[in-house]
């Protein structure tokens, strides 16, 4: 194994923290990575990785030489992409919103992998930021604004909201005609992984963005549970036009209130600083774009 893989197996095994996860994602033996580290630490001459029972942490030389070893692995990887005219290869992690893989991603996703078949992609399904470097993940899709210190983020599209309750519903409640009326309304909260409270409902008025939180009966973690609550009539909810799509014009959920439309929720792909020149996460990150421009021509 020449210097360049022993670097990208190093830097895997501090950013797995495990010698066995990262044993995994190589498709080489475990044994193999312990004994690439061990050389790796007596050619330079100092200890990178302390490891305990359960876990592999980096020292203060092992942080800062992985730095360098991903700037050297990146500029190797764009030199080799630049002068050999290879497509991508390899593993790529990708963690996404059920829902936006399964409307957006999923029916195009064959014309990405006949274009990339040497890319190897997991797609795994979440609403959280934690641990995507600790969990090998090469960037994330989520709905929503980020918060994130160590992941650079690009917005790739807006989805347009829209407030919709069953038919059910509105013929035994009524249909508002303004928002000081929800306070008279069931609604269906949404709250995210990692938030004490439920998201408030917002309008569109006059330029303006009014926030309210009337009561909710029933608060939910869930995109599809939150959709399920609707069409059962618990309730008005705020979801994205696409996702209810269908709903609404088979007249299962009705849209109330369009006047004063909800804002639309960007979409936006994170990936960690290291990973931004990845010859195999730059091209997925031009046919994410090309999906939803494709999908959402007005953004």
């Given at each position: 194994?020449?210097?360049?893989?022993?670097?990208?197996?190093?830097?895997?095994?501090?950013?797995?923290?495990?010698?066995?996860?990262?044993?995994e994602?190589?498709?080489?033996?475990?044994?193999?990575?312990?004994?690439?580290?061990?050389?790796?630490?007596?050619?330079?001459?100092?200890?990178?990785?302390?490891?305990?029972?359960?876990?592999v942490?980096?020292?203060?030389?092992?942080e800062?030489?992985?730095?360098?070893?991903?700037?050297?692995?990146?500029?190797?990887?764009?030199?080799?992409?630049?002068?050999?005219?290879?497509?991508?290869?390899?593993?790529?992690?990708?963690?996404?919103?059920?829902?936006?893989?399964?409307?957006?991603?999923?029916?195009?996703?064959?014309?990405?992998?006949?274009?990339?078949?040497?890319?190897?992609?997991?797609?795994?399904?979440?609403?959280?930021?934690?641990?995507?470097?600790?969990?090998?993940?090469?960037?994330?899709?989520?709905?929503?604004?980020?918060?994130?210190?160590?992941l650079?983020?690009?917005?790739?599209?807006?989805?347009?909201?829209?407030?919709?309750?069953?038919?059910?519903?509105?013929n035994?409640f009524?249909?508002?005609?303004?928002?000081?009326?929800?306070?008279?309304?069931n609604?269906?909260?949404?709250?995210?992984?990692?938030?004490?409270?439920?998201?408030p409902?917002?309008?569109?008025?006059?330029?303006?963005?009014?926030?309210?939180?009337?009561?909710?009966?029933?608060?939910?973690?869930?995109?599809?549970?939150?959709?399920?609550?609707?069409?059962?009539?618990?309730?008005?909810?705020?979801?994205?036009?696409?996702?209810?799509?269908?709903?609404?014009?088979?007249?299962?959920?009705?849209?109330?209130?369009?006047?004063?439309?909800?804002?639309?929720?960007?979409?936006?792909?994170?990936?960690?600083?290291?990973?931004?020149?990845?010859?195999?996460v730059?091209?997925?990150?031009?046919?994410?774009?090309?999906?939803?421009?494709?999908?959402?021509?007005?953004?």
């Amino acid at each position: 194994m020449d210097r360049i893989d022993a670097m990208r197996v190093f830097t895997r095994v501090l950013e797995r923290q495990s010698f066995t996860e990262a044993a995994e994602d190589l498709n080489i033996a475990r044994s193999t990575v312990t004994d690439v580290v061990k050389r790796l630490e007596k050619r330079i001459g100092v200890v990178l990785l302390e490891r305990t029972t359960r876990q592999v942490t980096p020292t203060i030389d092992g942080e800062a030489f992985y730095r360098r070893c991903l700037s050297i692995i990146q500029d190797m990887e764009d030199a080799e992409a630049l002068f050999s005219g290879e497509k991508p290869k390899g593993a790529l992690r990708v963690d996404v919103h059920g829902t936006l893989a399964r409307h957006f991603l999923m029916p195009r996703l064959p014309r990405f992998l006949r274009a990339y078949p040497d890319i190897e992609l997991y797609m795994s399904e979440g609403d959280r930021f934690s641990d995507v470097i600790r969990e090998g993940i090469d960037c994330v899709i989520r709905v929503g604004t980020p918060n994130s210190e160590e992941l650079v983020a690009k917005q790739i599209a807006l989805l347009e909201e829209v407030t919709v309750a069953s038919s059910e519903y509105l013929n035994e409640f009524g249909i508002p005609s303004n928002i000081n009326e929800l306070t008279n309304h069931n609604v269906v909260g949404f709250r995210s992984t990692g938030s004490s409270v439920a998201m408030p409902l917002e309008f569109s008025i006059e330029n303006t963005i009014k926030t309210i939180s009337p009561q909710a009966s029933l608060t939910v973690n869930a995109a599809e549970t939150l959709v399920a609550a609707a069409r059962l009539g618990l309730g008005i909810v705020q979801v994205p036009r696409y996702h209810v799509q269908s709903d609404i014009k088979n007249g299962t959920l009705i849209p109330i209130l369009e006047e004063h439309p909800p804002t639309p929720s960007p979409v936006s792909i994170l990936y960690p600083q290291n990973r931004q020149h990845a010859s195999r996460v730059k091209v997925f990150i031009d046919w994410l774009e090309s999906v939803f421009a494709e999908s959402l021509p007005n953004y």
